[in-house]
């Protein structure tokens, strides 16, 4: 995917920060927090809605239009401990 943009917090929770920390090689989320981050740009994904089990933002679906403002963009906070990969 080549966009770039803000997350909306509508449809977003714990659940939901968890799976973009896991994305990003952290082990767990500690913090998802919704509104007043005060983004710019484009907000990529509203209304998220991921099945139980999927390994990525990407395999979720949100509609392509939005009704948020950068006032509802989330944040996380992730644990600081890396995911250790098997070879």
């Known amino acids: ?9 509508d449809g977003w929770d714990e659940k939901s920060g968890r ?3 896991n ?3 952290y082990i767990d989320v500690m913090r998802h927090l919704r509104r007043g981050w005060g983004g710019t740009g484009k907000i990529a ?11 990525s933002l990407f395999d ?10 950068h006032s509802e963009d989330v944040g996380i906070v992730c644990d600081k401990t890396k995911v250790k990969l098997l070879h």
């Open 23 to 25: 994305m990003l090689g």
């Open 19 to 21: 799976l973009v920390c």
């Open 60 to 69: 979720c679906s949100w509609p392509e239009t939005n009704q948020c403002t």
């Open 1 to 9: 995917c080549d966009l770039w943009g803000t997350i909306c917090d």
């Open 45 to 55: 994904v509203s209304d998220l809605k991921c099945k139980n089990n999927v390994d």
